[in-house]
């Protein structure tokens, strides 16, 4: 049975970090791609950040590019989230996702196959 379970979210003042972590059992991790996502009250799911199975190639969304960093440590089973600079509108529960496929870059939540339950990112203002 695949597991995917987040940690690290909490609440944060404008301008600080958090680094979120994703564990995965159950799963060949060192051959999916790896995928966070965000869901804030109200709105649709959000792409954030992807990296391909090597851990070589990553992808963001626009609105974290240069404040996020996504990597992986293929032996722990793990994917990570360091989140800088944070502002009010990161706020939203995020969610990790596991798939088999590097097609648009991993931001088409449709190429995940695995989901964790989420963590939730709270920024202050």
């Known amino acids: 049975q695949v597991q995917l379970v987040e940690s690290g979210g909490g609440l944060v003042q404008a301008g600080g970090s958090l680094r979120l972590s994703c564990a995965a059992s159950g799963l060949t991790f060192s051959r999916y791609t790896m995928g966070w996502f965000r869901q804030a009250p109200g709105k649709e799911r959000e792409f954030v950040a992807s990296?391909?199975?090597?851990?070589?190639?990553?992808y963001y969304a626009d609105s974290v590019k240069g404040r996020f960093t996504i990597s992986r440590d293929n032996g722990k089973n793990t994917v990570y989230l360091q989140m800088n600079s944070l502002k009010p509108e990161d706020t939203a529960v995020y969610c990790c996702?596991?798939?088999?496929?590097?097609?648009?870059?991993?931001?088409?939540?449709?190429?995940?196959?695995?989901w964790g339950q989420g963590t939730q990112v709270t920024v202050s203002s």
């Open positions: 996702a596991a798939g088999p496929s590097w097609a648009d870059y991993g931001e088409n939540p449709r190429s995940y196959d695995y």
């Open positions: 990296i391909r199975w090597s851990g070589g190639i990553t």
